[in-house]
């Protein structure tokens, strides 16, 4: 069984996106104009209408450490996805890259304190090492329409605040096709993984786990 049409603002996107690829080969530049597209997705009311029927049970969404993101889109010909995150009142992410891909992340719902690190022991972007030692330099609050551009082997976590927080994240590829570090400061160890389990939503009404 096929699913229902997505969104208009959600096809607009989609469209759009496909269209800013293909005549914009910098990938900076692309993630720039990207983060531009979703900020215009992000304040569609049937949007935000939708994301309140995001599930945070019992699909491992929002739990710490490895959680789940629900799939609402993945493109056929230019490979990026479309992700929603929900996160409990409280969730604290792992310390964690993104590996080789590039992801935008837009929160619609919500709030949390978003916070970068670096490595200190000499380490490289892109190394998969068995330990590292990191530090925090940053820490930005987010809340709804703020959208936070993560590069390539960035370094980051987010800590949410007491309530929901609900999240769009746009990213290269499909999380299951590039590994990523997961950073313990307890002990300085790291370990690879292959990213949040996908869990395939219709990004349309009605709103449900896609066929
Ligand atoms: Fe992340």
Excluded at 129 to 138: E, F, G, H, I
Excluded at 157 to 168: F, W
């Amino acid at each position: 069984m096929s699913n229902p049409p997505r969104l208009p603002a959600v096809e607009t996107f989609i469209a759009d996106m496909r269209a800013m690829f293909a005549t914009t080969p910098d990938l900076n530049a692309r993630w720039e104009k990207a983060r531009g597209l979703l900020g215009v997705m992000l304040r569609d009311p049937e949007v935000k209408k939708h994301a309140d029927t995001w599930p945070d049970s019992p699909a491992k969404l929002g739990l710490e450490g490895k959680h789940g993101n629900l799939l609402l889109y993945e493109d056929p010909d230019w490979g990026f996805c479309v992700n929603a995150l929900i996160k409990k009142p409280t969730a604290k992410t792992t310390i964690h890259d993104h590996g080789v891909s590039w992801t935008l992340y837009g929160v619609i719902e919500g709030g949390e304190d978003v916070l970068r690190f670096e490595r200190t022991d000499g380490g490289k972007p892109g190394d998969l090492p068995k330990s590292a030692v990191v530090r925090d330099t940053d820490t930005v609050k987010v809340g709804p329409g703020y959208i936070d551009l993560i590069k390539p082997w960035e370094i980051h976590a987010e800590y949410n605040g007491d309530h929901r927080t609900a999240a769009v994240i746009i990213r290269s590829q499909r999380c299951g096709t590039y590994v990523q570090n997961i950073f313990y400061a307890k002990d300085n160890s790291v370990e690879q993984y292959w990213g949040p389990q996908q869990i395939p939503f219709h990004f349309g009404w009605p709103a449900r786990a896609a066929a």
